[in-house]
């Protein structure tokens, strides 16, 4: 796993700015990691715990993909973000505590143009990773049945995933 990060403990919440003595998992490097605010930490833990999660039994990086594709999935992605992130998540203490986790390269790279954007370049305030990922998974969660949405969308992005790895066949 690659990390857009400080290095950070992972087994307890870390507080923005805080750093630790976390490294680079070379094992996985189709991931990367990220940071995800306490409050939609707490909602994808209870759907990586539902019922509905089963065979297979997503993980973070799963549901969390999930929820950057579904924003995806509106062609005003940049600006649900934003709109989110000026109206609601600006509004929350600045020292809230994150989650460190990770999420696919694919869903990452589209959160990595977002934050490249002009809209988060001067004057305009600059937000971080955390702060997107955040975004996106609040933005899901506001769904009528998101849990089976976000599930729903976990299975597409792994069939999208290994098609993507299996060679071209012959012929």
């Not at 690659?2 to 003595?21: E, F, K, M, N, T």
């Not at 707490?42 to 973070?60: C, I, M, Y």
């Not at 924003?71 to 709109?83: E, G, K, M, T």
């Not at 203490?93 to 694919?106: A, Q």
Request: proline share 9%; net charge neutral.
């Amino acid at each position: 796993m690659y990390s857009a990060l400080p290095a950070a403990r992972c087994d307890v919440a870390i507080q923005p700015g805080q750093a630790g003595s976390g490294t680079n998992d070379s094992e996985h490097p189709e991931t990367i990691e990220t940071r995800l605010w306490l409050e939609e930490h707490d909602w994808l833990f209870t759907v990586l715990r539902s019922e509905g999660n089963v065979s297979p039994t997503f993980r973070f990086p799963d549901l969390i993909s999930a929820c950057v594709s579904l924003v995806f999935l509106h062609d005003d992605a940049p600006a649900r973000i934003f709109d989110f992130l000026g109206t609601q998540l600006v509004l929350r203490p600045p020292l809230t505590p994150r989650r460190r986790e990770s999420m696919w390269r694919p869903q990452y790279e589209l959160l990595l143009a977002v934050q490249r954007s002009p809209a988060n370049r001067h004057p305009n305030p600059k937000f971080q990773l955390d702060q997107l990922t955040t975004a996106c998974v609040a933005l899901c969660r506001q769904h009528e049945g998101a849990d089976t949405l976000v599930l729903r969308q976990a299975r597409l992005n792994m069939a999208d995933r290994a098609a993507r790895g299996r060679p071209p066949r012959p012929g």
